[in-house]
């Protein structure tokens, strides 16, 4: 939203789900710009946590007649009766951050649902609720909202329940994994175990500031994942890689992913080239950002002792450092550099990491910090600490080398 200039406000943030305010309405195609979104939904009312914490947990019959009155009264059920052609096939997701709120998911599902579905019947409409009591979870997933059009329909309904205030909203948009999936695992060049997955890739992008028009580069291309994804952008792309089996595998998957998607006027270059000559292949201020993830070091299949990581680590450092150096002679001003380095757990359970920043402040850059304290609310709770942080980090149990992902700005 920074690099499109889209004013925003973020006034709540939890593990379960965050709300912003914006000062123009989202398109809904815009989750396909997004790595990590799975549900967008628009809010159409609000009313107090305690409410629905009365409602289902002291079983206040009163509280729960009130909400089901504000659902009434927030029009979605208005507009599923409108869409619907004959019978109407709806679902409800309910998302919790209070732990004590979690067991009653189930059945605020089931109220919502009956609420719904009596109101339906005012309007003449027969009713279909799709909903799982016998889940941990009370929320259907992207893929079941997919597969049962209820974006189109405007047929799900989601409850968002924050620690002061609860949001009633309506899905506009959800992540389509099968496009992801394609991209990922349909393409006509592979290279699974160093592969980035695309989620990541678009991640890294848009944390890029990369906009159409703009010109990226990835000198550690591989089979051009991060390439790829900055065409869908509609930026034009350059690759470089060392291996001349990666310049012409990225260079097939390039011309693949032109014909799927029709992107006639794409406009990609990938050449064979060591990173300690970039500037000379690439020119002096020639591209406006640069997204890639070098060299993590060897697959591990255990985890490693700190000695060893750290060892990793040192072996790496003249490969990364060499490589900031060139990044910025080749960077516009203001460009932006997105990198990653290895994020190695240890059998001690601390990670190694590489001091990737301090080098990069020396070649002449500045840290860009992930979020940004002016986009929140000012009486967010948390803020300070998302403000302070310096990276991302994007690791799972499976994986020994995590990544740690780093913005710099010229």
Same mark, same amino acid.
């Given at each position: 939203?920074?690099?499109?200039q889209?004013?925003? /406000?973020?006034?709540?943030?939890?593990?379960?789900?965050?709300?912003?305010?914006?000062?123009?309405?989202?398109?809904?195609?815009?989750?396909?710009?997004?790595?990590?979104?799975?549900?967008?939904?628009?809010?159409?009312?609000?009313f107090?946590?305690?409410?629905?914490?009365?409602?289902?947990?002291?079983?206040?019959?009163? @509280?729960?007649?009130?909400?089901?009155?504000?659902l009434?009264?927030?029009?979605?059920?208005?507009?599923? *009766?409108?869409?619907?052609?004959g019978?109407v #096939? #709806?679902?409800?997701?309910?998302?919790?951050?209070?732990?004590?709120?979690?067991?009653?998911?189930?059945?605020?599902?089931?109220?919502?649902?009956? !609420?719904?579905?009596?109101?339906?019947?005012?309007?003449?409409?027969?009713?279909?609720?799709?909903?799982? *009591?016998?889940?941990?979870?009370?929320?259907?997933?992207?893929?079941?909202?997919?597969?049962?059009?209820?974006?189109?329909?405007?047929?799900?309904?989601?409850?968002?329940?924050?620690?002061?205030?609860?949001?009633?909203?309506?899905?506009? @948009?959800?992540?389509?994994?099968?496009?992801?999936?394609?991209?990922?695992?349909?393409k006509?060049?592979?290279?699974?175990?160093?592969?980035?997955?695309?989620?990541?890739?678009?991640?890294?992008?848009?944390?890029?500031?990369?906009?159409?028009?703009?010109?990226?580069? /990835?000198?550690?291309?591989?089979?051009?994942?991060?390439?790829?994804?900055?065409?869908?952008?509609?930026?034009?792309?350059?690759?470089?890689?060392?291996?001349?089996?990666?310049?012409? @595998?990225?260079?097939?998957?390039?011309?693949?992913?032109?014909?799927?998607?029709?992107?006639?006027?794409?406009?990609?270059?990938?050449?064979?080239?060591?990173?300690?000559?970039?500037?000379?292949?690439?020119?002096?201020? !020639?591209?406006?950002?640069?997204?890639s993830? +070098?060299?993590?070091? +060897?697959?591990?299949?255990?985890? +490693?002792?700190? +000695?060893?990581?750290?060892?990793?680590?040192?072996?790496?450092?003249?490969?990364?450092?060499?490589?900031?150096?060139?990044?910025?002679?080749?960077?516009?001003?203001?460009?932006?550099?997105?990198l990653?380095?290895?994020?190695?757990?240890?059998?001690?359970?601390?990670?190694?990491?590489?001091p990737?920043?301090?080098?990069?402040?020396?070649?002449?850059?500045?840290?860009?910090?992930? #979020?940004?304290?002016?986009?929140?609310?000012?009486?967010?709770?948390?803020?300070?600490?998302?403000?302070?942080?310096?990276?991302?980090?994007?690791?799972?149990?499976?994986?020994?080398?995590?990544?740690?992902?780093?913005?710099?700005?010229?």
């Amino acid at each position: 939203m920074q690099a499109r200039q889209i004013r925003f /406000d973020v006034m709540y943030v939890s593990r379960e789900f965050f709300t912003i305010q914006l000062d123009e309405q989202l398109d809904g195609n815009a989750i396909a710009d997004l790595g990590g979104t799975i549900k967008i939904g628009e809010a159409k009312t609000e009313f107090a946590s305690e409410l629905v914490k009365a409602a289902f947990i002291e079983k206040n019959k009163e @509280a729960q007649r009130q909400v089901s009155e504000a659902l009434e009264k927030s029009g979605l059920v208005d507009a599923m *009766a409108k869409q619907a052609e004959g019978k109407v #096939f #709806f679902g409800v997701s309910v998302y919790c951050t209070e732990s004590q709120l979690k067991p009653q998911a189930g059945g605020i599902q089931r109220l919502l649902g009956s !609420a719904i579905k009596e109101e339906l019947a005012g309007y003449g409409k027969k009713a279909r609720f799709m909903g799982f *009591a016998d889940k941990k979870q009370a929320q259907l997933s992207h893929v079941e909202v997919l597969k049962k059009h209820l974006v189109e329909s405007k047929s799900e309904v989601l409850l968002c329940i924050g620690k002061e205030t609860a949001w009633v909203a309506t899905t506009v @948009a959800v992540h389509n994994p099968f496009e992801f999936q394609k991209r990922d695992i349909y393409k006509p060049r592979q290279r699974k175990i160093f592969g980035m997955p695309p989620r990541l890739a678009k991640i890294m992008v848009n944390l890029s500031a990369c906009t159409p028009g703009k010109v990226l580069l /990835d000198p550690f291309c591989g089979v051009g994942t991060v390439l790829a994804e900055a065409l869908l952008v509609k930026a034009a792309v350059v690759g470089t890689d060392i291996n001349p089996w990666c310049v012409k @595998a990225a260079v097939d998957n390039l011309v693949w992913l032109k014909q799927e998607y029709e992107l006639w006027d794409a406009d990609f270059r990938v050449v064979q080239s060591d990173v300690s000559v970039l500037t000379s292949k690439i020119g002096q201020e !020639a591209v406006d950002c640069i997204v890639s993830e +070098p060299d993590l070091g +060897p697959a591990l299949r255990q985890v +490693p002792t700190t +000695p060893y990581a750290e060892k990793v680590i040192l072996k790496l450092e003249p490969l990364f450092f060499g490589f900031v150096e060139e990044a910025y002679k080749v960077l516009k001003p203001q460009g932006r550099l997105v990198l990653v380095t290895p994020y190695m757990r240890t059998r001690s359970g601390q990670a190694v990491t590489m001091p990737i920043a301090e080098k990069a402040l020396d070649a002449g850059f500045s840290l860009v910090k992930p #979020f940004v304290e002016g986009n929140f609310k000012s009486t967010l709770v948390g803020k300070e600490d998302l403000a302070a942080l310096e990276s991302l980090v994007e690791v799972d149990e499976r994986h020994k080398t995590g990544r740690q992902i780093h913005i710099f700005e010229k």
